[in-house]
């Protein structure tokens, strides 16, 4: 029986390989997803480790200032919706975070939530951010957090939207792709196929209303996580173990904090906001109905317009 289910194993793997070799697609070379990409309004700065990280601003000098921190393989255009409506009253600064986007791999390779509050913390230095709000969605929204805790006294606000870092008893449904990448062998070939189908229906199951995925983005997440050294952060990143910091240290949060959730997310469900609002003192929490784990883009609108009360509420005079 042993030997038989040896064989099977073995004919699986080959299958996986196989797989993997026939729907394998190149890199990206970094010029080229800059080319398609990092056009106005990006910018681009080398920090002291040697990263470059890629960013925009949107909004006047002067302005209270709003760093916003994307999700587990995303990138700044997803804070473009807000970025627009906001802008007039605040400075909104959106970075591609350490293996996504046109930041992509960075020396020493540390793609972890500590090593990514960490490069937030030297963004803001680089940029000569002294004092600001902070947000984040899903993985964005922990590392927001974690760079709270671990930097206390620097930021003003924090914004969690469908953030990660709190614990959920209700079923999860991530999704195609992030459900693949936590499969032990399959995660080996995964980043290396880069198939457009997998960005695609893992896209669909973020938005509760999946028409709002276009072309175009799909498009966008597929090159960019396929640039060169994007794929290589990534699988380093999907076999870190799971990072429990923020379950047993949110309580050291001493800022005003605005929790925005969709009541439809299957990838962080909607009862990991209620951990978040029990665990951080004073947090206020909007739960918006039939919208799924992106709402700064499936409810823009609405959402910036309760960031923009809250931190006009909220932002030190």
């Known amino acids: 029986m042993l030997k038989w289910i040896g064989r099977i194993l073995a004919a699986m793997l080959v299958l996986i390989g196989a797989a993997g070799i026939a729907l394998y697609q190149s890199d990206v070379p970094r010029a080229e997803a800059k080319a398609r990409y990092g056009g106005p309004p990006s910018q681009f700065v080398t920090l002291m480790s040697g990263a470059v990280a890629h960013y925009r601003v949107h909004g006047p000098d002067g302005a209270p200032v709003l760093v916003l921190l994307h999700g587990s393989n995303a990138s700044l255009h997803t804070w473009e919706p807000w970025a627009e409506i906001l802008a007039g009253d605040f400075r909104v600064v959106s970075v591609d975070l350490p293996g996504h986007g046109l930041t992509g791999a960075v020396p020493g390779g540390d793609y972890s939530q500590k090593g990514m509050a960490g490069f937030v913390l030297e963004f803001a230095a680089a940029l000569k951010l002294e004092h600001f709000a902070i947000g984040g969605n899903s993985m964005g929204g922990g590392v927001a957090a974690r760079f709270v805790v671990e930097n206390p006294g620097v930021a003003t606000a924090l914004i969690l939207v469908d953030a990660a870092g709190q614990s959920s008893a209700l079923p999860r449904d991530p999704g195609l792709g992030f459900m693949l990448a936590r499969m032990p062998v399959v995660q080996q070939v995964l980043p290396y196929i880069g198939s457009r189908y997998i960005y ?32 290589q952060a990534t699988l380093l990143r999907f076999q870190l173990p799971a990072d429990t910091t923020l379950e ?70």
Do not use: C
């Not at 072309?215 to 997440?221: G, I, K, N, W």
């Not at 050291?252 to 959730?261: N, Q, R, S, Y």
């Open 248 to 317: 047993s240290r949110a309580g050291e949060i001493a800022v005003p904090t605005l929790i925005l959730w969709g009541d439809r997310d299957t990838l962080i469900p909607v009862d990991a906001a209620d951990v978040w609002k029990s665990r951080v003192k004073g947090a206020e929490l909007i739960v918006y109905p039939g919208i799924g784990h992106l709402p700064m883009e499936e409810v823009a609108e609405k959402s910036a317009g309760d960031v923009a009360r809250f931190l006009a509420a909220h932002t030190p005079s």
């Open 200 to 231: 695609e229906a893992s896209l669909k199951q973020a938005f509760a209303d999946d028409t709002l995925v276009t072309d175009a983005m799909v498009d966008r997440y597929a090159l960019l996580n396929r640039m060169e050294g994007t794929r």
